[in-house]
């Protein structure tokens, strides 16, 4: 009967283990399709519509595109913003942005006066650094680059002014379009819903005013959309041990896979160069394959501190990374006393205690961009970390990182397996001291015990 107990119970653990991570997978899963980051929980990039003026058949809109997002930015070729309107309307005027084509406005011919774009589904771009003054709206004309909160919060917003106009046949009120588009990989948007008018400051704060009525449109970024392979990867290495742990084979790509062998010239000449498009990534010839690789390396020992260098390299012959950043997750983050050469901020996105995700970025003007393949394609920095005695060690692989994303993407860690380990001599002393620590206790207690009986 025991026996038949014991093995219910073993059955029971078993099933209730595989329930659970069947249903962990499936919300990971879900999380992933949704877009959603568990560390910028709240990240997302809004699509705002004020309506400021508005008669028959003539609207005054002002869109806003604002980049909520602590670490991902926009880069360039810049956002692409599009959608679809319900009723065929035109766009007569626009500042601070243009279309990229004018369509067919045939039917406005005896006007005398074309539309500036008379498409259904409109693609509009944001407007160059230099525009002329009189075309230029506030927060216009970065060409479609979005920094990131955390890296530059005065440049995470766009924006741009049109006048709508009606069809020929079509409702002379205004109707929010729909199916948004932000035209960079990864993204995808939710329909506009009304939300709170938004009001405008005048006359340095002493009058607010407030537009007519206000939409907003969410996107969001899911790196298995914007890409089918990761984009980066991970090698480790530490003082105590004699060998680099590098990259997993095959981590972006396989030795199968165009790339540049040492000692050959890009094919610079062969590619597109389109100012409009992203070039695609052609990598120097690796086991690993990946455009970007970070290097982790265990430096020093001290009392009580330790240090640690971190190394990106670009393998990435086509492309230099402008505003590029780390993120790093690690429990001894809490415990930073110094970084070198690179901006730093600590990130709880939950506010609840748990300090153990960062931020690394380049130094404007100095190391904020990482240039593509060669000698001088790499940024580096070393960190400073107090000892946390209650749980630091060098053992399994504790002092390397639980996750790195680079410019917002996830990248490829060995597996906690091949971490560096301990020699074995320091291995085997650090269990005879705890074997002996162990034993210490357990006569003591004995002895403790032995007298109270004694007593009694």
Not at 66 to 91: A, D, F, T
Not at 190 to 214: C, E, I, Y
């Amino acid at each position: 009967m025991g026996a038949m107990l014991n093995l219910s119970f073993v059955v029971t653990v078993i099933l209730f283990t595989i329930s659970s991570h069947t249903r962990f997978m499936i919300i990971s899963d879900k999380m992933v399709a949704d877009g959603y980051d568990p560390l910028d929980p709240f990240g997302k990039i809004i699509i705002k519509w004020d309506l400021l003026l508005s008669s028959p058949g003539q609207h005054h809109v002002l869109v806003t595109l604002e980049n909520m997002q602590e670490y991902r930015h926009v880069e360039k070729p810049g956002w692409k913003l599009s959608w679809h309107w319900l009723n065929n309307e035109v766009i007569w005027e626009m500042k601070g942005a243009e279309t990229t084509e004018q369509g067919n406005c045939s039917a406005f011919a005896s006007s005398g006066n074309l539309p500036h774009c008379c498409l259904q589904r409109p693609t509009i771009v944001d407007l160059l650094p230099g525009a002329s003054l009189n075309v230029q709206v506030a927060n216009c004309c970065r060409g479609g680059v979005l920094t990131s909160m955390s890296q530059d919060h005065a440049n995470h917003v766009s924006a741009f002014q049109m006048v709508v106009g009606s069809s020929p046949d079509g409702p002379e009120e205004f109707y929010i379009p729909y199916n948004f588009d932000i035209g960079v990989p990864g993204y995808s948007c939710d329909n506009a819903t009304s939300v709170t008018p938004t009001k405008f400051s005048t006359d340095k704060g002493r009058r607010k005013t407030q537009a007519l009525a206000t939409w907003e449109a969410v996107c969001v970024y899911s790196q298995f959309r914007s890409s089918q392979s990761p984009k980066c990867c991970v090698s480790l290495s530490a003082f105590y041990y004699q060998n680099i742990v590098p990259c997993p084979t095959c981590s972006c790509g396989c030795s199968s896979s165009p790339c540049v062998k040492d000692g050959e010239l890009p094919p610079y000449l062969e590619q597109k160069h389109d100012p409009e498009e992203e070039v695609s990534p052609v990598v120097k010839c690796s086991d690993h394959m990946c455009p970007i690789r970070i290097h982790w390396h265990v430096k020093v020992n001290y009392r009580e501190y330790w240090r640690v260098k971190i190394t990106a390299t670009n393998f990435n012959t086509m492309k230099n990374y402008t505003n590029w950043n780390l993120v790093v997750l690690h429990p001894n983050l809490k415990s930073v006393q110094q970084v070198f050469s690179f901006n730093y901020k600590s990130l709880t996105p939950y506010q609840n205690g748990i300090n153990d995700t960062g931020m690394f970025w380049g130094v404007q003007f100095y190391n904020d961009v990482l240039l593509q393949e060669g000698k001088i394609g790499n940024v580096q920095t070393e960190l400073l970390l107090k000892k946390d005695m209650g749980n630091f060690t060098f053992r399994e692989g504790w002092a390397f990182p639980r996750r790195i994303l680079f410019n917002g993407d996830e990248c490829v860690m060995p597996s906690p397996d091949d971490f560096p380990r301990l020699p074995k001599s320091a291995s085997a002393h650090s269990s005879s001291s705890s074997s002996a620590v162990i034993s210490s206790v357990t006569v003591v207690f004995c002895f403790l015990l032995h007298h109270l009986l004694l007593l009694v």
